[in-house]
């Protein structure tokens, strides 16, 4: 089974930088896409950015121009650069395979605490 595990999160200053991780097993033959979602107190997850199996990438309006994420064999990676109070959340990390073409599955780590302070 996949067991997505993140690391990197923590306090930083507005503007500020953190490189998040996400440690997982899955062969890259099964891996369908991933990506990272994060949600904070009260509110809903969010897709931050996600990449497809052939390098594409996307991100979500509020962090494009500021987030990059980029991926290799066994890690999933989120570059955060000019951080803002309003990024605060947790942050998790998704890994989608598919082993047959009936069955997909969304695997979740247990997330990383970003907070930004003003």
């Known amino acids: 089974q996949v067991q997505p595990v993140e690391s990197g999160g923590g306090l930083v200053q507005a503007g500020g930088s953190l490189r998040l991780s996400c440690e997982h097993n899955a062969r890259m033959r099964a891996i369908s896409g991933m990506g990272w979602y994060r949600q904070a107190p009260g509110k809903h997850r969010d897709l931050v950015a996600r990449?497809?199996?052939?390098?594409t990438t996307y991100y979500g309006d509020s962090v494009r121009g500021r987030f990059t994420i980029s991926r290799d064999r066994n890690t999933l990676y989120l570059q955060m650069t000019s951080l803002k109070p309003e990024d605060t959340a947790v942050y998790y990390c998704?890994?989608?395979?598919?082993?047959?073409?009936?069955?997909?599955?969304?695997?979740w780590g247990q997330g990383t605490q970003v907070t930004v302070s003003s």
């Open positions: 998704n890994v989608k395979i598919t082993p047959t073409v009936e069955r997909t599955y969304d695997y």
């Open positions: 990449i497809t199996t052939d390098g």
